[in-house]
């Protein structure tokens, strides 16, 4: 959630290295700079400009709210809130007053962003703690009989609407532009959330019979999108959070695209093993 508190609805994955380590080939004497460039984009499937975001923690927190005091009056607001949830978390109780507890700390941050509709970090925890209450299948029709989609379409409607915003605030106009640590860590955090959204709908997609655009809550949101679409969709979240720094979404970035991995793993050992003969 907030850079204040962890109330993850994603699990916590093993951790694990990602990185492949720059390889010599890359930087071979035949090899101009800017071929080893394009080889290390190509062969790293984790490889991207955007790889290169400078965090400069020299920058004011919030690229819209630049009185300190006032940031400082929001963030504790947001610990607030989210400490409501997590007493609840680490307690035996649950169903209603869980529901009452996540109502309560969405309506602190609705309030937060009705006063403050800049604020990005508020509409990142806002979306999380609608998905600690609806999960991450919120935006597929849930299969008759088992619970009620009444409302469905608006919830996942207003989710994705707070991560597209949160990200949107959060996101510099440059790609080449520094970025403080707050806004990296919004960035990290909102990719991710909508990457498992995406995710969780693209493996409900891919064991439903149903054509997507009865299966989905929102059809009108993803015209002619499949399985496959928000797959790739998820990716390329999961990859843009665990590039602003989140080890989740790194993980997941790899998890998610397991045959470029293995693609980029071979060519390499193929290369090495080339330039290694001709030596």
């Known amino acids: 959630m907030a850079q204040h508190a962890a109330c993850s609805g994603i699990s916590e994955l093993p951790a694990k290295e990602t990185c492949i380590e720059t390889s010599p080939i890359y930087r071979h004497k035949k090899l101009t700079e800017n071929d080893s460039t394009v080889l290390e984009q190509i062969f790293d499937p984790e490889s991207a400009p955007v790889a290169g975001i400078q965090i400069d923690a020299s920058l004011p927190e919030n690229r819209f709210i630049h009185d300190s005091a006032e940031l400082q009056r929001l963030r504790s607001q947001e610990v607030r809130a989210i400490q409501m949830i997590e007493g609840l978390a680490s307690s035996s109780r649950g169903g209603q007053p869980r529901e009452n507890a996540i109502d309560a700390a969405t309506s602190v941050m609705s309030k937060l962003?009705?006063?403050?509709?800049?604020?990005?970090?508020?509409?990142?925890?806002?979306?999380?703690?609608?998905?600690?209450?609806?999960?991450?299948?919120?935006?597929?029709?849930?299969?008759?009989?088992?619970?009620k989609s009444e409302g469905l379409r608006d919830i996942a409607e207003a989710?994705?609407?707070?991560?597209?915003?949160?990200?949107?605030?959060?996101?510099?106009?440059?790609?080449?532009?520094?970025?403080?640590?707050?806004?990296?860590l919004i960035l990290a955090q909102a990719h991710t959330q909508r990457g498992a959204l995406l995710h969780a709908t693209a493996k409900a997609l891919a064991h439903s019979h149903l054509d997507?655009?009865?299966?989905?809550?929102?059809?009108?949101?993803?015209?002619g999108w499949g399985a496959e679409r928000f797959e790739e969709a998820s990716s390329r979240d999961f990859f843009l959070g665990g590039r602003y720094g989140n080890g989740i979404g790194r993980a997941m970035a790899v998890h998610t695209n397991p045959y470029a991995k293995l693609c980029g793993s071979i060519v390499q050992e193929a290369i090495k093993k080339e330039f290694r003969d001709q030596a």
């Open 159 to 184: 989710i994705l609407h707070d991560l597209n915003t949160a990200i949107n605030l959060a996101t510099p106009p440059s790609p080449t532009e520094s970025i403080s640590k707050s806004q990296a």
């Open 212 to 223: 997507p655009s009865e299966a989905l809550a929102t059809p009108h949101l993803f015209p």
């Open 113 to 147: 962003i009705a006063a403050h509709p800049t604020y990005a970090s508020a509409y990142n925890n806002r979306a999380q703690m609608r998905r600690l209450q609806h999960g991450d299948h919120v935006l597929v029709n849930p299969p008759t009989g088992t619970r």
